[in-house]
């Protein structure tokens, strides 16, 4: 059940994020990822080595959609008060898929080939997603796909790279 509310949350957090770039309602939004954030780190075992973990994608997050920015490739809708870095929805994206990788995504643990495919795959159709749903525009949309195909693909086997380094939650032993 709790790798499902993740799940959710995580969805809820996505669409929370795009529509309110495009729709003017980012304050909401990055609140609602906050809340989500918190609720995920009142959960972990490893409290401190989780927000760790939230932060180095926070960081990985801000890199790598300050390049697609600042290469033209991607042109986002609510820039914020740092218009030349990534805005803080789009950190507050990364955040959230970082509370997914030990939850609802622990399955890609560990298969970091399978996680790169993956990201490689899924990563430019979420932006792409975000894009039609009016939270971004397409600067250069051949080189924005060919981009965030490279980044994701080495992002989230890095990801999970990462969140292995955090302690999990052991089904306690049944000593006889």
């Keep these: 059940m709790r790798k499902l509310i993740n799940f959710v949350l995580f969805q809820l957090g996505w669409f929370a994020c795009i529509l309110g770039a495009a729709y003017g309602y980012v304050t909401a939004a990055v609140f609602f990822c906050l809340a989500v954030t918190g609720f995920h780190?009142?959960?972990?075992p490893a409290r401190t080595q989780e927000a760790s973990l939230l932060l180095k994608i926070a960081l990985l997050g801000i890199c790598a959609d300050t390049l697609l920015l600042q290469t033209?490739?991607?042109?986002?809708e609510s820039k914020?008060?740092?218009?030349?870095?990534s805005p803080?929805?789009?950190v507050s994206l990364w955040v959230i898929l970082g509370c997914t990788l030990n939850e609802s995504m622990s399955w890609l643990r560990g298969r970091y080939l399978l996680a790169g495919v993956l990201g490689a795959?899924?990563?430019p159709l979420s932006y792409l997603a975000g894009v039609k749903l009016g939270a971004a525009t397409w600067g250069n949309e051949t080189q924005a796909l060919v981009l965030?195909?490279?980044i994701w693909a080495i992002a989230m086997p890095?990801?999970?790279w990462w969140a292995a380094k955090v302690?999990?939650?052991?089904?306690p032993s049944r000593a006889n």
């Design 41 to 44: 780190l009142w959960q972990s």
């Design 72 to 76: 033209g490739s991607l042109v986002f």
């Design 80 to 85: 914020g008060l740092l218009p030349d870095l």
């Design 88 to 90: 803080i929805w789009m």
């Design 121 to 123: 795959i899924t990563g």
């Design 148 to 150: 965030l195909a490279l």
């Design 158 to 160: 890095l990801l999970f």
């Design 167 to 171: 302690p999990q939650n052991q089904a």
